[in-house]
């Protein structure tokens, strides 16, 4: 198994751009969730899906869309880039709410210019 | 003041040593998460535990729900332990459920 993985691994931007960045599991995990990980911050929840077709808001989802299509996919899409969202972008998966092992994918480190 | 706070915030052993690293939380938890993530940035979760003691190695985690607090130990350390540790509490909300992070531990073993 592959487990968690995400693309890209790097990527710089221009303020006003979008992108999507990519996270997949092979797991047949129901609940994928994104992060972002800044400097002298905890890692900060985004947005979550607890199955195919259900999303819901994190902590701070403001500037990012989700979809979960498939179980497999969870793509997170950058509307209209900030130098804020300037940050490593963690996915993660398990095999049902969080009282149960996180697994993470490499990440992905965004810079906004 | 955080939900999850944790101590020390660095820590530097010489290889061999015993090392703790604390967590406390100040709401109700399901489960607590501890996880490492090393210097290329990938996280691993270490332990999951929701009441008493768990042991993978040279690792051990106990959790004292009453207390609201958790305690991270390395035994024999070693520079391969070199990571950033972080404690994680999932609430146990049904709806909303999410898990609230730490700043991290940086832990530094020299040889």
């Known amino acids: 198994n592959a487990g968690v993985t995400q693309t890209p691994k790097f990527q710089v931007l221009k303020t006003g751009q979008s992108m999507t960045l990519q996270c997949a599991q092979d797991?047949?995990?129901?609940?994928m969730s994104w992060y972002r990980q800044d400097p002298g911050m905890g890692l900060r929840l985004i947005h979550y899906?607890?199955?195919?077709?259900?999303?819901d808001q994190g902590e701070v989802p403001n500037g990012y869309n989700v979809s979960r299509s498939t179980t497999e996919d969870f793509p997170l899409r950058l509307l209209s880039a900030a130098p804020s969202q300037t940050s490593v972008y963690f996915c993660?998966?398990?095999?049902?709410?969080?009282?149960?092992?996180?697994?993470f994918g490499p990440g992905t480190r965004l810079t906004v210019t | 003041k955080n939900e999850v706070e944790q101590s020390p915030q660095n820590l530097t052993a010489q290889e061999g040593e015993f090392i703790t690293i604390n967590c406390s939380y100040s709401?109700?938890?399901?489960?607590l998460h501890w996880l490492q993530q090393h210097p290329g940035g990938g996280i691993v979760s270490l332990f999951m535990?929701?009441?008493g003691k768990k042991k993978h190695g040279r690792l051990i985690a106990t959790i004292n729900i009453q207390e609201k607090h958790s305690s991270l130990h390395i035994t024999a350390s070693h520079p391969r332990d070199s990571a950033v540790y972080i404690c994680?509490?999932?609430?146990?909300?049904?709806?909303?459920?999410?898990?609230?992070f730490g700043e991290g531990t940086q832990l530094t073993v020299n040889p």
């Open positions: 993660a998966s398990s095999r049902g709410p969080l009282s149960y092992e996180q697994y």
């Open positions: 709401v109700g938890i399901s489960a």
């Open positions: 535990l929701s009441s």
């Open positions: 797991m047949n995990h129901e609940y």
């Open positions: 994680a509490v999932n609430t146990g909300e049904t709806s909303g459920s999410r898990l609230t």
């Open positions: 899906s607890v199955g195919a077709g259900i999303t």
